[in-house]
Nanobody, 120 residues
Framework: QVQVAESGGGLVQPGGSLSLSCVAS????????MGWFRQAPGKQRELVAS???????YYANSAKGRFTLSRDNTKNTIYLQMNNLQSEDTAVYYC??????????????WGQGTQVTVSS
């Protein structure tokens, strides 16, 4: 089992920045997928940004140019730097790791989430 913990959320004014962190209890070098999702009240959880073990990244259109996902394998941590935050970015942010298991299976690990509120 892998424990996952996000941190760094909070209240920020429109146009401000936040940096989220997500640490895993095992080496993230074992993960083939690492991502950040978010869920706003009354909405479905959506993918914000992700990276594959080979380095390929994906950003949702809403995140392009404003958010940056990075990782530090030595700290088993991924980050989400969020700039120019807007009210529509208000949500609970979750990180997700996926690890291949026995053939045909994937282990899916989620954190508890961290609240990001953008408001003046």
């Amino acid at each position: 089992q892998v424990q996952v913990a996000e941190s760094g959320g909070g209240l920020v004014q429109p146009g401000g920045s936040l940096s989220l962190s997500c640490v895993a209890s095992r080496s993230i070098s074992e993960m083939y997928y690492m991502g950040w999702f978010r869920q706003a009240p009354g909405k479905q959880r959506e993918l914000v940004a992700s990276v594959l073990s080979g380095g390929s990244t994906y950003y949702a259109n809403s995140a392009k140019g404003r958010f940056t996902l990075s990782r530090d394998n030595t700290k088993n941590t991924i980050y989400l730097q969020m700039n120019n935050l807007q009210s529509e970015d208000t949500a609970v942010y979750y990180c997700n790791f996926k690890k291949r298991g026995p053939p045909g299976s994937i282990n899916d690990y989620w954190g508890q989430g961290t609240q990001v509120t953008v408001s003046s």
